[in-house]
């Protein structure tokens, strides 16, 4: 036990030296929004629309992957490899609801890593991406599961020894959960845990973006959802009943309907409970950058000011006044581009790399 406490302490002092380190690289390089996008809307809009073509044709020759995370369900990755795979660092990205591995900010935190030397691995939430072939299930905002089965398979076949874990939105609830959830245990592998607008209370947010302001978002992600229902239905008979689905207008609606029974939760309300990261924030001992607008339109900010992650010596919180949700969209291009969240996440994870 004695040795266990120390252990314990000399993580917590190598987390403290590390967070305090990016914070000083923070504070030197503070988020400053481009002219034309300072509004919270014009960046998390703007962002989704920023030219990905190069980036695309770029991660065409990426190895595809399938990882079978429980009997009978397989989830796609797209990996890219450095020669002598073994010797690198690698990042492994989540990304956020019904986003896919072709999302713009995907695309551009791959290329990125890798031109810093990183392997990456960016994995499709089961059913997203065009997958929904490989799983007859659906998938719910804290399916850590998947997540813990494709890190456990990059350990053991891959033998890689360096392992950053990035989520975004509600890939970023997704992986802190699972850092939580580790607790004291996390695979010695895993190095940090890196995410960017995380949904870390998935009542919150969903109310949030259920708000009259939010429609345009709310209606694009719900028509999504609905979507998948339909065509889950005929890829698999009897299993999906799309009748009514029509009458459902809001996600509160939907995964009540849905997703709460699909995965065996009590109601929707069990289903948030359960599944946010939020309860279990303080039982992460990975260090862990978290870096989310204070004006971000549709996952609250308010989630991320509980005690239990100011007072996380692993947790570092990063909340520019600007930014949007995954945009963050900078005045200056000095960076390589303007995307400071996902620049300041890499920096993040080389400095990690470096106080192995």
């Not at 929904?132 to 850590?144: A, D, F, K, Q, R």
Request: with cysteine; charged share 25%.
């Amino acid at each position: 036990m004695i040795v266990d406490l120390k252990n314990g302490r000399a993580a917590e002092d190598r987390a403290r030296s590390l967070l305090t380190q990016v914070t000083a690289l923070i504070e030197t390089w503070p988020f400053i929004p481009h002219s034309f996008f300072k509004q919270s809307d014009a960046q998390t809009i703007a962002a989704t629309l920023w030219p990905s073509r190069s980036l695309l044709r770029e991660a065409a020759h990426d190895e595809e992957r399938l990882f079978e995370v429980e009997p009978g369900t397989r989830v796609l990755a797209r990996c890219r490899w450095q020669t002598a795979r073994q010797d690198h660092p690698t990042l492994v990205m989540w990304h956020g609801l019904e986003g896919s591995v072709r999302s713009g900010y995907m695309l551009r935190m791959a290329s990125k890593a890798f031109r810093r030397g990183f392997n990456v691995v960016r994995v499709n939430i089961r059913n997203c991406g065009g997958t929904e072939h490989l799983t007859p299930t659906l998938y719910h905002g804290g399916l850590t599961g998947d997540l813990r089965a494709v890190v456990a398979e990059l350990i053991q076949r891959e033998r890689l020894s360096r392992l950053f874990v990035a989520g975004f939105s509600l890939g970023g609830n997704m992986v802190m959960k699972l850092a939580g959830e580790y607790g004291n245990d996390a695979p010695a592998e895993i190095k940090a845990i890196g995410a960017i607008s995380p949904a870390v209370d998935l009542h919150a947010s969903f109310d949030l973006l259920s708000h009259r302001r939010n429609v345009i978002y709310h209606k694009n992600f719900l028509y999504s959802l609905k979507r998948r229902i339909r065509l889950k239905e005929s890829l698999y008979p009897g299993r999906y009943d799309s009748t009514g689905l029509r009458r459902i207008r809001t996600m509160y609606a939907f995964d009540d309907r849905y997703v709460a029974p699909a995965f065996g939760f009590d109601s929707v309300e069990d289903y948030y409970t359960r599944a946010s990261a939020l309860p279990i924030i303080s039982h992460i001992r990975i260090p862990t950058l978290i870096v989310h607008a204070k004006d971000d339109p549709f996952i609250p900010f308010a989630s991320l000011t509980r005690p239990s992650i100011a007072s996380n010596p692993f947790l570092l919180l990063a909340a520019p006044e600007r930014g949007g949700h995954l945009a963050f969209i900078s005045a200056t291009s000095q960076d390589g581009d303007r995307f400071w969240a996902e620049n300041r996440m890499l920096d993040f994870c080389e400095a990690a790399d470096g106080e192995l």
